[in-house]
């Protein structure tokens, strides 16, 4: 089919209004560090989530919010995410599905 976009040019296509306040965040940033497997970074397919050093860096500002990682820290990891939709109107726009 011709003229079909792949799914990294779909995403790029899409916008973000950021909030000042970020909607993910962490009950106890030392249950990250006790955490084996750091299944929020295996799941975001943003890569929001990186392992700097000796913490986990957050970069809520490409989230996709498909709740992957919430999921993903409850079920497989320490349960220290924090997870919240973005306020009304900031956040990811989706552009092209």
Do not use: N
């Not at 989530?49 to 970069?59: A, T």
């Amino acid at each position: 089919m011709a003229g079909r976009l792949s799914t990294s040019e779909r995403l790029g296509a899409d916008a973000f209004d950021t909030d000042t306040s970020p909607h993910l965040t962490l009950s106890d940033p030392a249950l990250c560090r006790t955490c084996p497997d750091k299944p929020c970074i295996a799941v975001c397919p943003a890569e929001v989530y990186h392992w700097e050093s000796d913490r986990l860096r957050i970069s809520y500002e490409s989230c996709l919010e498909t709740g992957a990682c919430r999921i993903a820290c409850q079920s497989l990891g320490r349960g220290a995410l924090v997870w919240a939709f973005p306020p009304a109107g900031k956040g990811v726009q989706y552009r092209l599905g």
